[in-house]
């Protein structure tokens, strides 16, 4: 019993020499490098992702980017923010500056058009009943809140031939302009 109580006593003084004191031999010096390797293997694709992040936040004014992650998180799907100059064709001279566009699964998001209506009207969005227009398979809104406007466009893979072909709509897109008033 004796002997088992040095031998652990041991064992813990060659550890703190070995690991305090710099002096790594062996194997301990081979798993230790293999350790930091893989930590550097996650942890380097981890921080460009969130820097590249934090730069695309920074590029966008605030609204946009909760728009954009209220988004992403409600369709289910990766939404990107690109800068765009497209006319409004309701708003005499005004041009829509900012586009958030993504695609998404209807097995995720069965009804996209009103998943998009609630998301916006739960945020305090008002709908704005003029840009209203529906196809089959597609729907184009517009809401507003505060000095904010967006016009939104929802579309899936679907045709008017649908049930005659049997085809099942699986794919959705949206694209949604915005601008300040």
Not at 94 to 112: A, T, W
Not at 143 to 149: A, D, L, Q, T, V
């Amino acid at each position: 019993m004796k002997r088992a109580g040095k031998n652990q006593e041991n064992l813990y003084r060659k550890m703190e020499d070995s690991v305090c004191f710099g002096k790594i031999q062996g194997e301990n010096k081979t798993v230790i490098k293999k350790i930091l390797v893989l930590g550097i293997i996650v942890w380097l694709p981890f921080s460009i992702h969130q820097r590249c992040k934090a730069a695309e936040n920074r590029e966008f004014p605030k609204w946009i980017n909760e728009l954009r992650l209220n988004a992403g998180k409600t369709l289910q799907t990766e939404v990107s923010v690109s800068r765009v100059n497209v006319p409004d064709p309701f708003g005499e001279g005004k041009y829509f500056l900012l586009c958030l566009k993504g695609e998404g699964s209807l097995k995720k998001v069965q009804d996209p058009i009103e998943t998009v209506h609630r998301m916006f009207s739960s945020k305090g969005w008002k709908y704005i009943v003029k840009y209203q227009a529906d196809g089959h398979g597609s729907s184009s809104f517009a809401y507003e809140r505060g000095n904010h406007f967006c016009n939104i466009y929802v579309d899936t893979d679907s045709s008017c031939d649908d049930e005659e072909t049997g085809y099942i709509p699986s794919r959705f897109w949206f694209e949604i302009y915005c601008r300040e008033k």
